[in-house]
């Protein structure tokens, strides 16, 4: 099973970007969907995660401008950023549990600048 990211880039202060988590390989039933975020010097962070019930949690520095969704047809799972500043900044991955293990997938670089 492999988890790819993509949809990182650059971007303006105030803009949006989307980025995408899907998984690939016979994953089975996925109950977590999450992103999480590392900065260069700086402790990871999950902004958001999402349960298969729906239940959604985010990160205080992101509320109201992150939004998390999934897909459970195509295992993927999205993660709408809006109105960037540019201490969000930062390689962003995403992780997703099943019932049996957890599995990691290598990170999209987000870059916040002017």
């Known amino acids: 099973v492999q988890l790819q990211a993509s949809g990182g880039g650059l971007v303006q202060p105030g803009g949006s970007l989307r980025l995408s988590c899907a998984a690939s390989?016979?994953?089975?039933?996925?109950?977590?969907m999450g992103w999480s975020r590392q900065a260069p010097g700086n402790r990871s962070e999950t902004v958001a995660s999402?349960?298969?019930?729906?239940?959604?949690n985010y990160a205080d520095s992101v509320k109201g401008r992150f939004s998390i969704s999934r897909d459970n047809r195509k295992n993927t799972a999205y993660l709408q950023m809006n109105s960037l500043k540019p201490e969000d900044t930062s390689v962003y991955s995403c992780?997703?549990?099943?019932?049996?293990?957890?599995?990691w997938g290598q990170g999209t670089l987000v870059t916040v600048s002017s």
């Open positions: 992780t997703m549990h099943t019932p049996y293990r957890a599995y």
């Open positions: 390989g016979r994953v089975g039933s996925i109950n977590y």
């Open positions: 999402i349960l298969k019930n729906g239940y959604i």
